[in-house]
């Protein structure tokens, strides 16, 4: 298996663009996870989705993060309108529902907004 | 202006030589109890997990403690090694949620050959 498919590796974007990270998640895993990683927050979860549907959303920073999960295989999370403070490392992951243990992730978005 | 990044606490050991990495939690209410390992450049990686129900658990050169008294995780690695030189994560959370995480603020690990 690939393992947790993330794009962009990385994106160099302006304030007020729109950026969009894409997600495909290991095939058969049906929960998807999104955190940010950041050296003055470390990882923080921002949202999951159990079978493409979002479930806690409760750490998504503010409207101006959405993220989709259209279908089992693919899912983004977008900033608009970004803003310096967005610059993070954004880290897809994916596990079975109801089974613990390894969470997999992705390698990563590094997303810088200047 | 440009924030100032937390220093992440760090452990030096020479190769051959256990490591200790020590963690507090703050959730009394979680259940299970993961260590992360990240490369630089690339995403944590698991290494071993425990439940509550459990205080020790041994996996290959790896063993992890839980103190449910005083909240605190440990990870200990046996005879380590220049590849072993990371970041570790300890995470928490609830065991019937599996990946709803809360995760530490790592230490890096330096292991000199």
């Known amino acids: 298996d690939a393992g947790v498919i993330q794009s962009p590796r990385h994106e160099v974007t302006e304030m007020g663009q729109e950026v969009t990270l894409r997600c495909k998640p290991i095939s058969g895993h049906n929960s998807l996870f999104w955190y940010r990683q950041t050296m003055m927050r470390g990882l923080e979860l921002l949202i999951y989705?159990?079978?493409?549907?979002?479930?806690?959303d409760s750490g998504m920073p503010e409207d101006r993060f959405s993220a989709k999960m259209p279908n089992a295989s693919f899912s983004t999370l977008k900033i608009q309108p970004s803003e310096p403070r967005d610059s993070a490392v954004y880290f897809c992951?994916?596990?079975?529902?109801?089974?613990?243990?390894?969470?997999?992730f992705g390698e990563g978005s590094r997303l810088t907004v200047l | 202006g440009e924030s100032v990044g937390l220093h992440l606490p760090t452990l030096s050991v020479q190769e051959g030589d256990n490591s200790i990495i020590n963690c507090a939690y703050s959730n009394s209410a979680s259940d299970y109890f993961i260590w992360y390992k990240q490369e630089s450049g690339k995403g944590p990686q698991f290494i071993i997990d425990?439940?509550?129900?459990?205080d020790k658990r041994q996996g290959q050169r790896v063993t992890v403690l839980l103190n449910k008294t005083v909240k605190h995780l440990s990870l200990q690695i046996a005879a380590t090694q220049p590849g072993d030189s990371a970041v570790y994560f300890c995470?928490?959370?609830?065991?019937?949620?599996?990946?709803?995480?809360?995760f530490g603020q790592g230490t890096e690990l330096s292991v000199k050959p």
């Open positions: 425990i439940r509550s129900n459990m």
């Open positions: 989705f159990n079978n493409n549907v979002p479930i806690d």
């Open positions: 995470a928490e959370g609830p065991y019937n949620q599996g990946g709803k995480l809360i």
């Open positions: 992951a994916s596990i079975s529902t109801g089974v613990t243990g390894e969470l997999f």
